[in-house]
């Protein structure tokens, strides 16, 4: 072969490899794609397949159920390391109803003690009209400890011909068996609730009266009538009614004027008390306690 021919041949094939090696980077950036391609792609669908399994999962009732399987499992751990309920402590219970207690508390002897809630209980608890406050324990390692504060029942109050037991602010704790209250004062009148405290703290402070009253009602909106027990009305003042209790008191003291045959016993003014009998004779006793006299 000439050298000419050497050469053309040579140049052909350093062509050739040029032109083959630019086929195969081609070929091999073409499968990079693809193989990326499908990467991207498999990768893609997983996220995709758990982003549905997630979504399922916190949609339906799954993430629920596997939160009380482990939460039932921490219990079942605990109890059988000596912490369930053995003992359930109810302080201060007077008045409050047992049942209503228990269905609250919702625990029994056998259950593990960290499955009570005391917040939650707490909260319910408080709810009951005769708890005024409540402190609610888990006590280690087999007790339950619920200590109650009552609210005291003061009148019952009387509206529509219809009895509710209320406490010294006016809050209705029952309008059931009260035939056990039988013996406190009835208040009657619309705003009862609202002028209780202050009228039953004045009362109060006048035991002589207060053992004496039967009931009271709430005239118009602005005073106190009192009925005694036997059968004597006082009217109170708008204002001021401490102190007409007070100079009653005194006058009970001096005269014994509850006690004797009188029918309205009226100590709206501050100068004077007047007493009207059964009869119809009344007397008038100024300040000072000087007594005056007539018939109506």
């Known amino acids: 072969m000439s050298r000419t021919n050497r050469k053309i041949s040579k140049k052909s094939g350093v062509k050739s490899k040029k032109k083959s090696t630019i086929l195969k980077r081609r070929g091999s950036s073409a499968e990079r794609v693809i193989l990326w391609g499908k990467r991207f792609g498999l990768v893609f669908g997983v996220f995709v397949f758990l982003g549905w399994l997630g979504s399922w999962f916190f949609m339906s009732d799954a993430s629920a159920r596997f939160g009380s399987w482990a939460e039932q499992k921490l219990y079942d751990v605990t109890v059988d390391a000596g912490f369930d309920v053995q003992n359930i402590l109810v302080e201060g219970r007077q008045y409050t109803d047992v049942d209503a207690l228990k269905a609250i508390i919702n625990v029994d002897k056998g259950d593990a003690l960290l499955s009570l ?57 029952t309008e059931h068996k ?119």
């Not at 390692?141 to 109650?148: D, E, K, R």
């Not at 009192?226 to 005269?255: D, F, H, I, W, Y």
């Open 178 to 296: 009260l035939e056990r209250f039988q013996n406190l004062i009835i208040l009657t009148g619309e705003e009862v609730p609202e002028q209780a405290y202050t009228f039953l703290r004045q009362l109060q402070a006048q035991e002589d009266i207060q053992k004496r009253v039967e009931a009271a009602t709430f005239i118009s909106g602005r005073r106190w009538d009192l009925k005694l027990k036997n059968g004597v009305t006082v009217k109170l003042p708008e204002v001021e009614t401490a102190l007409a209790l007070s100079r009653l008191a005194l006058m009970q003291q001096e005269e014994n004027l509850m006690d004797q045959d009188v029918k309205v016993i009226d100590v709206r003014e501050q100068t004077r008390i007047t007493v009207r009998t059964k009869p119809g004779a009344v007397t008038e006793y100024q300040t000072g306690y000087q007594k005056t006299g007539g018939q109506i």
């Open 117 to 173: 809630k005391p917040n939650e209980v707490k909260a319910q608890l408080e709810k009951l009209s005769w708890v005024k406050s409540v402190q609610v324990e888990r006590r280690f390692p087999q007790t339950v400890y619920i200590g109650l504060t009552e609210r005291k029942p003061m009148a019952l109050w009387q509206r529509q011909k219809r009895l509710s037991l209320i406490d010294e602010n006016g809050v209705i704790l």
